[in-house]
């Protein structure tokens, strides 16, 4: 038996510290529900990663959802299309015949900048938050196949590019390339704009039986790994094995190649992390993710759009929230419902979110889908 999405829904996304993650998620949830034309599921996958115990069941209860198992994961910027990947199994496994999907975050009432590394990691006790950890990826990127700042830059430009077209965005202006080097050093070579920002926001989604309605989109294929030991025996950027493995699992599994996507969703928490990703995913050459974004390859108008959402660079990075964003985006594009930036013709789409954080670990964990076909 195959799965497909019914519906999905979001909430705009920003700093909103004066919304609860229950008011966010009663909001994702509704839209979701409508959108898939149903008002009852047989069980929730749900997703937090600082959210407080019992946060998806006070969006649910407010939704009027109670009465079903509900299943909450944690895996880092993974945690919600974790939850997609295994509400996809349930169904395909003739366990549940509709399973919401949900992710909740409010990440401004515990950060007010980069997230707080694990003082019992080894990186957390030396202070090494998340930009250092790009960073240092661009270094040792840097290193293997040389970088040009601007051509990473030029990722910030493309991505808030995309999400001035993007209403629920929480950046939605264009930057230069010249504003986005000139922006204050967070971490060698990263600048402020070619950083995520934290955020808060829900997203939802439904996946069922196929109902042959021609609406649902189909869930080709999907994919979840965490990372091996990080042993330093590798020689490739941290995350690159982990999110190649991952994704050759999904082409796998959907039946088809890189080649044959017309968009892609991909976690760009920093610059970087889109140049890596594209590589990973099997778009070009490792060394070649820079030159696809100078071509415009990868923008809105190019051969395949990546982020046309506006990735996490303009929507902000709610943790829990990001793996639902990138597919509620992948299924509007689908359908042909994205707006000003709809990529012309799109049948298939790929969404690939990286979680990271752990130490010892080449990653806590990635899930690659593939939708359409």
Known sequence: MNAVVYGVGASRFGRQPRRSGTSLGQEAILEAMEDAGVDSVDAVYAGTVFGAPGTAQRALQDAGITGVPILTFENACATSSTAFHEARHAVMSG??????????????????????????DSEGRAGLALPGVYAMVASRYAYLHGLDRRAMAQVAVKNRRHGSLNPRAQHGKEVTLEQVLASRMVADPLTL?????????????????????????????????????????????????????????????????????????????????????????????????????????????????????????????????????????????????????????????????????????????????????
């Open 95 to 120: 366990r549940y015949e509709r399973v919401l999907c949900l992710g909740i975050e409010t990440m401004t009432s515990s950060f007010n900048g980069p997230i707080t590394p694990e003082v019992t």
């Open 193 to 373: 704009y070619q950083c995520c920002d934290i955020s808060d926001a829900a997203t939802a989604a439904v996946v069922g039986v196929p109902r042959g309605n021609g609406r649902d989109v189909r869930i080709a294929g999907s994919a979840l790994r965490s990372g091996g030991l990080w042993d330093h025996r590798s020689t490739h950027p941290w995350g690159y094995e982990l999110m190649g493995e991952v994704a050759a699992a999904a082409w796998e599994d959907a039946g088809i190649g890189p080649e044959e996507v017309d968009l892609f969703e991909v976690h760009d928490a920093f610059t970087i992390g889109e140049i890596t990703a594209t590589e990973a995913l099997g778009l070009t050459a490792p060394g070649g993710g820079a030159e696809l974004v100078l071509s415009g390859h990868t923008a809105l108008g190019g051969k395949q759009p990546v982020n046309p959402s506006g990735g996490l660079l303009s929507r902000g990075h709610p943790l829990g929230a990001t793996g639902l964003a990138q597919i509620a985006e992948a299924v509007w594009q689908l359908r042909g419902d994205a707006g000003g930036r709809q990529v012309e013709g799109a049948r298939v789409a790929a969404v690939e979110t990286m979680g990271g954080g752990t130490a010892g670990i080449d990653g806590n964990g990635c899930v690659v889908v593939v939708l359409g076909g």
